[in-house]
């Protein structure tokens, strides 16, 4: 067979092809094996102490208890179905009594205000303080973290100090980091203040023995310039490139974003058209580069008469389903009440397609062996990954149990590798490996 391209162009366009090609591989490298809490919890740090997530979950519990005290109770107020009302309600009872708070954010912003100096660095101490004795006692989540002050001119110094005096007090008196600890920077609307949170950390890594990116951080969209720069151009991409790979999540702020795009109180909240354009634009910009989308909370607090909780739960529980199915993960829960709500909205969301997703991804790794036998390439990765991660998911909050997992052929070794080919790859060499065996017998015979 004959060629008439020239071997010398040849090469040079490959070569430029695969340069473009390990760009985009280093800029998207997929999502994180990470685990992803379900929500963030946000309170007061002056409230913080170190048996909060406990606190919390009892009064989870209490208001489960008083406002839907069983199964068919919860079923009427959220309209579940009815196969699925009896595992939701019993397994938010025991996510309630084994880990209420998968996620907590101790918030020196908002959730605490402008306040004199003194009296936020003595909370700074006093909260870190909190912190290093949870981490010393087991008591806290499985992820937590601060969310400082905006890196304004107006609150720059502020932020930077409450930083140092946090971090340096957590590690002087808990001897570490809690795992998973992360600094949430709000109200970013400028790459520039990435980067200099970023030059912040590396120099409180480097004055605390830390090995360079043990702090995390997370970017809260919350108003329309953090999403477009003035040109047009989407703001998010260099945003995350500021970050230099510490980025675990982008946090929508419904309240701020909403209202920086003129909507009046009345309507703001999560499910108006302006946060489903900034959640989608957060999407398109974030997948792929290992970083998550965290939905904001729900503007209803669920206090109060009965008819008052019943009607928050029902916002709440509408506005976390609508964003499970679009593919929007995590959110905010501000207080306990809605917290019962948070897991029977994802409990919902995975028993009512575990059935079908366990017969897909079963019918996945069979084809992937069969492909091996047969000599074809097995090349629908992407689809058989986004299922096993459908697992991942449902199995780390709580949702289903290992026994519903393996149901789909997957061992716990398997599920807990996070990654579908590599499943695939080992069950091709273990088929190939018995192929071989086989061959080797008769020829022997």
């Not at 192929?435 to 080797?440: M, P, Y």
């Amino acid at each position: 067979m004959s060629t008439t391209l020239p071997a010398e162009g040849l090469q040079a366009v490959l070569s430029r092809l695969g340069d473009a090609n390990r760009t985009l591989a280093r800029r998207y490298p997929g999502e994180s094996l990470a685990r992803q809490p379900v929500h963030t919890v946000y309170g007061g740090a002056h409230l913080f102490r170190a048996e909060t997530a406990g606190r919390l979950g009892t009064l989870a519990l209490q208001s489960l208890e008083r406002h839907a005290p069983d199964a068919a109770a919860l079923a009427r107020v959220l309209e579940l179905p009815e196969a699925l009302a009896d595992a939701v309600y019993e397994r938010v009872v025991a996510k309630l009594h084994r880990e209420p708070v998968e996620d907590y954010r101790l918030d020196f912003e908002d959730g605490f205000g402008d306040r004199p100096h003194a009296e936020e660095d003595a909370t700074a101490l006093s909260a870190a303080g909190e912190v290093a004795r949870g981490l010393r006692e087991g008591t806290l989540p499985a992820s937590i973290g601060i969310r400082i002050k905006s890196l304004s001119d107006e609150t720059k110094a502020r932020s930077a100090r409450t930083l140092d005096m946090f971090v340096s007090t957590v590690l002087a008196q808990g001897g570490a980091l809690p795992p998973g600890f992360v600094v949430t920077l709000p109200k970013v609307m400028l790459p520039e203040q990435v980067t200099a949170l970023v030059e912040l950390l590396r120099l409180l890594e480097r004055a605390n023995g830390l090995p360079e990116g043990a702090i995390a951080v997370e970017l809260m969209i919350e108003s329309t310039q953090a999403l477009l720069t003035a040109d047009g151009r989407t703001n998010l991409p260099a945003m995350l490139a500021a970050a230099q790979g510490r980025c675990r999540g982008v946090h929508l702020g419904v309240f701020d974003y909403t209202a920086s795009a003129n909507i009046t109180a009345q309507h703001q909240g999560p499910e108006h058209p302006a946060c489903d354009f900034a959640r989608h634009l957060m999407q398109v910009a974030v997948t792929g580069t290992g970083a998550c989308v965290a939905d904001g909370p729900t503007t209803v607090i669920p206090v109060g008469p009965t008819a008052d909780v019943h009607r928050a739960w029902r916002l709440s529980y509408r506005a976390i389903q609508r964003a499970l199915i679009s593919g929007f993960y995590q959110g905010w829960d501000l207080h306990p009440a809605q917290i019962p709500v948070r897991y029977a909205a994802c409990y919902a969301f995975f028993l009512g397609g575990v059935v079908v997703a366990a017969e897909r991804l079963g019918n996945f790794i069979r084809k992937a062996g069969q492909a091996t036998m047969v000599g074809n390439v097995f090349d629908d990765a992407a689809t058989g990954q986004g299922l096993l991660n459908f697992f991942l998911r449902a199995r780390n909050c709580g949702a289903v149990t290992l026994d519903e997992v393996q149901a789909t052929g997957l061992t716990l070794e398997e599920l807990e590798g996070r990654s579908f080919l590599r499943i695939v790859e080992a069950r091709r060499h273990v088929i190939g490996s018995k192929e071989r065996s086989t061959h080797a017998s008769s020829d022997h015979r």
